[in-house]
């Protein structure tokens, strides 16, 4: 599977950004999509997830509220809907695979796309 992540740009503080994967080849509904942040200088971290088949959803504490996921079976195509967004925010976002189950850590995502930059403006 490939992964193809996009939607990144620069926001303001409270404002809202959408961002897209689009995966070429077979998701398993047992496999799941998640969502990782590096901010400069920092360790990669979880953000969200979601299950393919079912649709359940797992999101990181600082986000949640904030921040939705969503998947779109029929097109392969999974959503990072990003609201009320915080300087914070600011990091490279990368769309990854795991085709073992839940996990927030990046070392149980098999597949990643290439990243893409959220830049949130106080």
């Known amino acids: 599977v490939q992964l193809q992540a996009s939607g990144g740009g620069v926001v303001q503080a409270g404002g809202s950004a959408t961002l897209s994967c689009a995966a070429s080849?077979?998701?398993?509904?047992?496999?799941?999509m998640g969502w990782f942040r590096q901010a400069p200088g920092k360790e990669r971290e979880f953000v969200a997830a979601?299950?393919?088949?079912?649709?359940?959803?797992y999101y990181a504490d600082i986000v949640k509220g904030r921040f939705t996921i969503s998947r779109e079976q029929a097109r392969n195509r999974c959503t990072l809907q990003m609201n009320s967004l915080k300087p914070e925010d600011t990091a490279i976002y990368s769309c990854?695979?795991?085709?073992?189950?839940?996990?927030?850590?990046?070392?149980?995502?098999?597949?990643w796309g290439q990243g893409t930059l959220v830049t949130v403006s106080s």
């Open positions: 080849g077979r998701i398993f509904s047992s496999h799941i």
């Open positions: 979601i299950r393919w088949g079912f649709g359940s959803t």
């Open positions: 990854a695979l795991a085709r073992r189950g839940y996990s927030r850590n990046p070392s149980e995502y098999s597949e």
